[in-house]
């Protein structure tokens, strides 16, 4: 159920389609979550010497939350493209 094109891409056959993932998800995968790691610890750094340690770790929480769906809805664009 799995072929290797000339590419090194790796196709994967299901009942709905073709999936395909290639260094293009992965590179995606890489960047965003550079970026959230390095945000997110900003985020609770600033806070940390901003307001009290529980109020810190409550925004340093919701920060982690919020791009979350946003990951979700990217990687499954990734995931259903026919191509």
Same mark, same amino acid.
């Given at each position: %159920? +799995?072929?290797?094109?000339? +590419? ?9 389609? #073709?999936? %395909? #993932? /290639? =260094?293009?998800?992965?590179?995606? +995968? =890489?960047?965003?979550?550079? +970026? !959230? /790691?390095?945000? #997110?610890?900003? @985020?609770?750094?600033? /806070? ?5 340690? &529980?109020?810190? &770790? @409550? @925004? !340093?929480? @919701? ?13 499954? =664009?990734? =995931?259903?493209?026919? #191509?």
């Amino acid at each position: %159920m +799995q072929n290797i094109t000339s +590419q090194g891409t790796i196709r994967f056959q299901r009942r709905t389609g #073709t999936i %395909m #993932t /290639s =260094k293009a998800i992965l590179s995606f +995968q =890489k960047d965003f979550l550079t +970026q !959230y /790691s390095l945000t #997110t610890a900003f @985020i609770f750094i600033i /806070s940390y010497f901003t307001f009290v340690t &529980l109020t810190a &770790l @409550i @925004i !340093y929480v @919701i920060a982690l939350l919020i791009p979350l769906p946003y990951f979700m809805v990217q990687g499954n =664009k990734f =995931k259903h493209r026919n #191509t």
